[in-house]
């Protein structure tokens, strides 16, 4: 899947992943498999945007109660990454290895 090969790409330091749920022919519960999983690994930060009806709200709640970062709008993920990045920066910018190997 596109979702896995992005982010075991060494290029990528983060992901944000924005689903509509609502097209045809698509596996919303191998969506929510392939996202929890990837989320386990927690290698790099990833949030994830799911737009639009009920397949949405069914995903959404399923994946936040794993306390996977999920957000109703693209612009929530966008701007969630963007703070961590920041953070990131600012830790760094403190001598604080924000991987917490000091």
């Known amino acids: 899947m ?4 992005v982010y075991d790409d060494p290029n990528v330091d983060s992901v944000i992943n924005i689903s509509l ?9 191998a ?6 999983e ?12 799911l737009v639009g009806g009920e397949e949405a709200d069914n995903a ?3 994946l936040l109660g794993k306390d ?6 693209p612009g929530r993920a966008v701007q969630t990454i963007g703070m ?15 991987d917490g190997r000091d």
């Open 2 to 5: 596109a979702l896995e090969a």
């Open 21 to 29: 749920p609502c097209i045809p022919g698509l596996d919303i519960d």
């Open 31 to 36: 969506y929510v498999s392939i996202t929890e």
């Open 38 to 49: 990837l989320a386990q690994k927690g290698r790099k930060p990833m949030v994830t945007a």
């Open 60 to 62: 959404f709640d399923e």
């Open 68 to 73: 996977i970062p999920v957000f109703r709008s």
């Open 84 to 98: 961590l990045t920041d953070y990131v920066r600012y830790l760094k910018r403190n001598g604080v290895d924000p």
